[in-house]
């Protein structure tokens, strides 16, 4: 994380902020989404049926990879937070797209670029982050994501 003085966010649009470590997406992981969202399409939960499939083995749901974010974006080393930000919150998406399925036991990352920091009213900063998530030792990315998120300084 890199905490910055409010009125430097501005200067940060359109630079990338950095790559998160490698998370590993395992059965235990995706099983435990299915069940906290009671999504238990065969293709993620059934490693025998899912076999039988273009993918050829199970794959993560798409929104695990996407509520993977926040923690991912923690260990982004320039991931901007104002100095003497109170909170912060999820404010949504403008953009959201699956590109590639996760397959089980693979890893992803998400490299973060800040495209737009508003000050919405004083001390309120709306910041619009583009989110890729890339699937280690694959061309073409699981997720790409604009993410609003609100900053309270």
């Known amino acids: 994380m890199k905490i910055v003085e409010p009125s430097e966010l501005k200067s940060w649009e359109g630079k990338e902020l950095g790559a998160s470590d490698w998370f590993e997406i ?25 076999k039988a499939t273009p993918f050829g083995s199970t794959i993560a749901h798409g929104y695990l990879t996407v509520s993977l974010l926040p923690y991912l974006q923690t260990s982004i080393a320039d991931f901007l937070l104002p100095k003497g930000m109170k909170m912060g919150m999820n404010y949504g998406f403008d953009k ?24 919405k009213k004083p001390g309120q900063w709306l910041m619009k982050y583009q989110f890729t998530v890339e699937i280690e030792g694959e061309d073409k990315p699981a997720v790409i994501a604009e993410w609003l998120l609100m900053y309270f300084v």
């Open 26 to 50: 395992d059965q235990d992981r995706i099983n435990a989404f299915a069940d906290a969202t009671l999504d238990h399409q065969f293709i993620h939960v059934d490693p025998e049926k899912a």
């Open 96 to 119: 959201l797209r699956f590109m590639a399925p996760v397959k089980v036991g693979k890893r992803v990352r998400a490299v973060a670029t800040l495209l737009d920091a508003t000050e």
